[in-house]
């Protein structure tokens, strides 16, 4: 006996879902599912993130510790949108002027964690040591990275349907919107 479940089409979700559910429904069929996109996350942006840390302490040296951070900011999101969109997402291509300006809203919200954090730490122990400092920006970028991952994966790199369908290719590469498909063009 063979089930009839098994040759149904694929539905979509009414557009009243939101989440992770969602975004798992209308991805490509190559793309990773959250778990092994979250990894691919840890490894891509933790290891740019370790890396970013010696970045700043070393700039720091020449410039105020904020603008050393801002400009391994910009460095490291322009690296790490590239390798969430060839590799943590699966896009399997590059990422796009609107997806790095999407990506460089997130990191600023993860900029102005990391800074604050460390401004605190400078605040309440004025003479902390560079692994004090390292512990807490680190600490604050991996919890920034967090909230970073979940708008990556359900805004900026999820793939969206809309009433008319599933996008079209020059949609998904960074043409139009996605939100708006009236300003999509024909």
């Not at 890396?51 to 790490?80: E, Q």
């Not at 994966?153 to 009236?182: C, E, I, K, W």
């Amino acid at each position: 006996m063979t089930s009839t479940l098994a040759s149904k089409p694929e539905t979509s979700r009414p557009s009243g879902h939101t989440g992770i559910a969602t975004a798992a429904a209308h991805r490509t069929p190559d793309a990773p599912g959250p778990l092994v996109s979250f990894l691919r996350f840890v490894v891509c942006g933790g290891g740019v993130g370790v890396a970013s840390g010696p970045a700043v302490t070393l700039l720091a040296l020449s410039m105020p510790w904020t603008l050393a951070n801002a400009l391994v900011t910009v460095v490291s999101t322009v690296l790490c949108t590239e390798l969430h969109a060839r590799f943590t997402f699966g896009t399997g291509r590059r990422a796009g002027w609107r997806r790095h300006w999407q990506a460089a809203g997130s990191a600023t919200a993860a900029y102005a964690v990391t800074s604050t954090a460390v401004l605190v730490l400078h605040t309440v122990q004025p003479s902390a040591g560079v692994m004090r400092e390292q512990v807490v920006y680190l600490t604050a970028s991996a919890l920034a990275g967090i909230g970073r991952f979940l708008v990556l994966r359900l805004y900026v790199f999820g793939t969206r349907r809309h009433a008319t369908g599933p996008l079209r290719s020059q949609d998904r590469a960074g043409g139009a919107d996605a939100r708006f498909p009236a300003l999509s063009p024909a």
